[in-house]
């Protein structure tokens, strides 16, 4: 799959994901109001491609160049206020961590 952000319900709830956020300073991408995932069940956002082509689980965050450096990067969940939800991160460097979390260097992007 090319350049993508998975998120994962891993509550025993179902949830909602409008108006949160994946956040790749300084990219953004904003969940749409009918977002809900069961318990278990990920949403793949795709980050190069058009969002006409969401279906189901996947969605199109409507860029036109990859984001995420190979090296060292940061991807967050932002709540509907902006306060990070959740975050992960690889590498090392000045993009290489999560805020107010003390987790070591991870050699690749998530997944890799």
Do not use: H
Not at 30 to 35: I, K, L, Q, V
Not at 82 to 105: E, H, M, N, Y
Request: charged share 10%.
């Amino acid at each position: 799959m090319p350049e993508s952000v998975v998120v994962t319900n891993i509550s025993t709830d179902a949830i909602n994901l409008y108006q949160y956020e994946i956040e790749s300073a300084p990219f953004f991408y904003e969940f749409g109001p009918t977002s809900w995932l069961l318990p278990g069940q990920s949403y793949t956002v795709v980050v190069v491609g058009n969002p006409v082509w969401d279906v189901g689980l996947v969605k199109w965050w409507g860029l036109g160049a990859y984001i995420l450096s190979d090296n060292n990067d940061v991807i967050s969940l932002r709540n509907p206020v902006g306060t990070p939800f959740a975050c992960d991160f690889w590498g090392v460097g000045p993009r290489a961590g999560c805020p107010g979390r003390l987790l070591g260097p991870r050699p690749g992007p998530p997944g890799s």
